[in-house]
């Protein structure tokens, strides 16, 4: 016990989750005392404990601001791009296409891919070859619509 004795809180964390089992913490999920169901909490603790790594849930959408949406038809060629502040490094945006909400609209999810060495600040960018007659795109994140970009015929 006296090797434990620097670490009352991980021991206490554990030891909470291991009370009864565990189990009725982990089915009523009751939250802790910083907001975090105590399951979770006793996982995260037996986690570092052992040194492995919890990796951390990532928001709905995972991006703090994007702004500059542009996007252009040229020659049956459609490139859309627009700046993208990440919450983290590591990662860069990426468009794919989804339903549209109506005719005439490309529609797009904004999602992470990993990236080594990818910046905070990058640009997201979508190109494909002979598309229809578009007159709008929408980009959405999280499932809620972020940008909607009127299209540009060029050419």
């Given at each position: 016990?006296?090797?434990l004795?620097?670490?009352?809180g991980?021991?206490?964390?554990?030891?909470a989750?291991?009370?009864?089992?565990g189990?009725?913490?982990?089915?009523?999920?009751?939250?802790?005392?910083?907001?975090?169901p105590?399951?979770?909490?006793?996982?995260?603790?037996?986690?570092?404990?052992?040194?492995?790594t919890?990796?951390?849930?990532?928001?709905?959408?995972?991006f703090e601001?994007?702004?500059?949406?542009?996007?252009?038809?040229?020659?049956?060629?459609?490139?859309?791009?627009?700046r993208?502040?990440?919450?983290?490094?590591?990662f860069?945006?990426?468009?794919?296409?989804?339903r549209?909400?109506?005719?005439?609209?490309?529609?797009?999810?904004?999602t992470?891919s990993?990236a080594a060495?990818?910046?905070?600040?990058?640009?997201?960018?979508?190109?494909?070859?002979?598309?229809?007659?578009?007159?709008?795109?929408?980009?959405?994140?999280?499932?809620r619509r972020?940008?909607?970009?009127?299209?540009?015929?060029v050419?």
């Open positions: 016990m006296g090797a004795r620097g670490f009352p991980a021991l206490a964390l554990l030891v989750g291991c009370s009864n089992g189990s009725a913490e982990l089915a009523n999920g009751a939250a802790g005392g910083n907001g975090a105590a399951g979770n909490r006793a996982a995260a603790a037996a986690a570092s404990l052992d040194g492995s919890v990796a951390p849930a990532l928001p709905p959408c995972p601001r994007t702004r500059e949406w542009i996007g252009a038809i040229e020659n049956g060629r459609l490139n859309v791009t627009g993208v502040d990440l919450q983290m490094a590591g860069r945006p990426t468009l794919t296409e989804r549209a909400s109506g005719p005439g609209t490309i529609a797009f999810d904004l992470l990993p060495g990818a910046a905070v600040t990058d640009v997201a960018r979508y190109q494909r070859a002979g598309v229809s007659p578009y007159r709008t795109a929408e980009v959405y994140c999280g499932g972020i940008a909607s970009i009127r299209l540009i015929q050419g």
